[in-house]
Each structure stands twice: as structure tokens, then as C-alpha cells.
């Protein structure tokens, strides 16, 4: 059940960081918006997690090192530019892999399908808010291409084949460019020419390699637990 | 009354009644039957019932409620052992929604989902549907435009009607 904690663990990291908007985004709408869309994460995560353990022991009493969510999902939010680029690369990747998860017929495959049709919509709000960005001022434009390059370097690592998953990622990834280049084109951005990977990140996050900032997202997110075992309201 | 299992006996049928007219407890005004979200029914022994579950989002956090009530309604009626168990497959969708429950819906406030084309909305990869015009429950104008594709909760999206100007919840499909 490797793929199931690996998945588990991007969709609850993922909402987490998506929960820091709360009260903080641009516009009223976009505090729904992005909460809504860490909810329908928060659900995945916890019927993945639920496959492999306890949710709540998996969440809030493993190290760091023992997550393996992908690191470009536990980067700061940093601007809504980068919160929007990390949506677009992140929701194409879910819809292609959940796409393909339910076709398999496996254990993962009920849960796959029901969320791709959830993470459709996830997918075309930050297609919306690409566009709506780099094809919108000369700020917005600027931003938003610093974004997208950013976080280019993040992106390489979703497609590192998970054992057991019985998806071909590797498959996807020319598929997952092919799309990312098309909202990226219409949007009036740049494709980045960079490499996809980070030079130092080993197998990175799929292997317990995290970034700093991942330390204290798991601080804050486990403090409540851990201070008081059990508590609930 | 799970699939493939036979007929239901009167007393299944009577608790499936009873389980049905459950009010959603996010949309009262619409039950657990005609939202399309109760999978099975089966008395397993004397006092001894299971009932199925299907999420209409993945993280409903109705659900917990939904299975609270159902306990509480089945234990009224003389239920002593109430399971209650989510199924995931096959996907919960709009098009499960009763007329009935459309109906009621739109009488609330909230524009009932469009019949799903088909291929729509993710399992093909396709585009999400909202080519269809969606009318305006409080004056009927299809003169209406999406604000957000996420509102109260997860399974609406937020417009407003450019005829009346009210926002209003829109049940959007999936």
C-alpha cells in the first residue's frame, strides 16, 4: 500500500498549505474556493490514508521522514501566482493519474474515480486563474511567469513510478506537458526550459527527502494532537 | 437490497422507507432517497441492520450526520445493531438526484444540477459541463453567471442572475 500512502500524503499536504488561505486570499470567493478545493483533498487523503492505517496516528504522529508526498506539495503558499502555478500543475497531474487509477480496477480504483470528477473542477479553477493572470497586466503577467518557472523544478518528481500503483507515471508525463503547455500557451506564459528536477533532491519527497519548510508545516499541523491526544470537539 | 442480493422482505422495505425520508442535513428540504445516496439495506439478524452509504463528495462532512440520523431513526424503530457503511463505487452523481428532489431544490433557492452530458465533468478527461444555461430559482431567467465554481459547500457553486441580480447556490454536477 506504498501508492496509497504516497498519494494519501500529496493530498494531505496539499490541504493543509491550501488551508493557510483561509481568511488571507485575494477575494471572498477565493477563501471558498481554495478551502473547498483543500476539503475534497483532505477527503482523498483520508480514505488513502485510511487503506494503509489510522488517518489520525498517520497524520499527526509520523516524522517528517516518513511522509512521502511529493515535495510541490509542501512549498510555502508564496503569492497567489504561486499558489495558482502549483494548482495547475498539480490538478492536471491528479486528473491524469486518477484518469488512469480508475481504469485499473484495483484497491485505489473506487476512491480515483469518484475524485477525478471532483478534481475536474479543481483543475479548471487554477486553468482559470492562469489565464486570467498571465493574460491579464503587466504585474500579473510578470508574476504569474515567476510562478510557473519556480516551481518547474518540482515538477519532475510526479512522475517517479510508485510501486504498486499499477499506473505507467512515466506514461502520463508527456500527456501532463502537452496540457500544461496548452493552458500556458492560451495564458500567454512561457513553457520553462529548465530541468524538472532539482539537482540535490535525491528521490526526494516519495522517499522521506523534504524541504525545510516541510518541518514546520508538520509543526503546526500536528502541535493540537500531539499536545492533546485524542482531543476533539 | 444490495446489488445482486434478492428482493427486499416487508421489514427491509419498511426501514428502507423510514432511512429514506431522513432529511439531508445540509439541504433539509431534500431526503436521503431523493438525494440518491442510500446503496443497500439489508437485516442481517434480529435487531441486526447494515445500510450503504455513497458519498456525494468525497469529503461530505454531511456524511457523519447522514449516519448518525439513520442510526438514530432505525434504532426508534426497534434496531438494536445499526451499521452504517460508506461505498465509494459505483461514483455518486447528480443524475442519481430524484425529480422530485430537483423539484424541492429548486423550490429552495438552490438551481438543481443539468443532466450530465455524456463524458463530461472528468471521467474522460473532458471539459466540465456548463455549456446548458442554468436558470435563476428565485425569478427563472437563464440570464445567469457563474461567480465561483465553489460555494457553501463543496457539492455547489456560487452565481448570480443578471435579470434579478440575487446570487444564488447552484448543485453542481458530477
Redesign the interface.
Known sequence: MAAARALGDDALVLAQRLGEWAGDAPVL??D??LT??A??????A??LLSLTGDEDELAFLREEHEFRNVQLAELPIGDFADTTARQLYFSVYQ??LY?AL?DTGGAL???A?????????HR??AEQWTLRLGDGTEESHRRMQRAVDGLWRYTGELFEPLDGLGVDLPGLHPVWRERVADVLGRATLTVPGGPDRTPWAAGAGRQGVHTEAFGRLLAEMQYLHRAHPGASW | MTAGAQAPSALEAELIRLVGEVPDPELPVISLAELGVLRGLEVLGPGRVRVELTPTWTACPALDTMAADITEVLTSHGMTEVAVDTVLAPAWSTDAITAEGRRKLAEAGVAPPRPKASGAAGAAGGPVALELAIRCPNCGSTDTRLLSRFSSTACKALRRCASCGEPFDHFKEV
Open positions: 470567493e477565493e471558498v474556493a473547498n478545493i476539503l475534497d483533498l483532505l477527503g482523498q483520508r480514505t486528473e491524469l484518469a480508475a480504483a473506487p476512491l474515480a469518484k475524485a477525478v470528477v471532483e478534481v475536474a473542477y479548471d479553477h
